[in-house]
Nanobody, 125 residues
């Protein structure tokens, strides 16, 4: 079993920045996709950013150029740097992970077995 623990959410004004962290523990492996999803009240779950073990990344169109996913393998941690935040970015953000080999470069197009508890991001205007 893998445990994912998110942190770093909070309240920020429009145009501000936040950095989310997700620490993975347990039965991890060297082949993976890790991703950030978000869900606002009344809206569907949205894939935000994905990262594969080979370093490839993918992003939702709505966050391209503003968000960046990265990792620190030594710390078993994946990050989501969120810049130029908009009120539309307000949501519960979830870290997700799947540990297997992939034949493509889009983590967000696949299922995830492990999910964190979520961290709230609120962007005010």
């Amino acid at each position: 079993q893998v445990q994912l623990q998110e942190s770093g959410g909070g309240s920020v004004q429009s145009g501000g920045s936040l950095r989310l962290s997700c620490v993975a523990s347990g039965n991890t492996s060297s082949s993976y996709c890790m991703a950030w999803f978000r869900q606002a009240p009344g809206k569907e779950l949205e894939g935000v950013a994905g990262l594969m073990n080979d370093g490839s990344t993918s992003y939702a169109d709505s966050v391209k150029g503003r968000f960046a996913i990265s990792q620190d393998n030594a710390k078993n941690t994946v990050y989501l740097q969120m810049n130029n935040l908009h009120p539309e970015d307000t949501a519960m953000y979830y870290c997700a992970a799947e540990f297997r080999f992939y034949h493509d470069s889009n983590c967000l197009g696949h299922d995830f077995s492990y999910w964190g508890q979520g961290t709230q991001v609120t962007v005010s205007s």
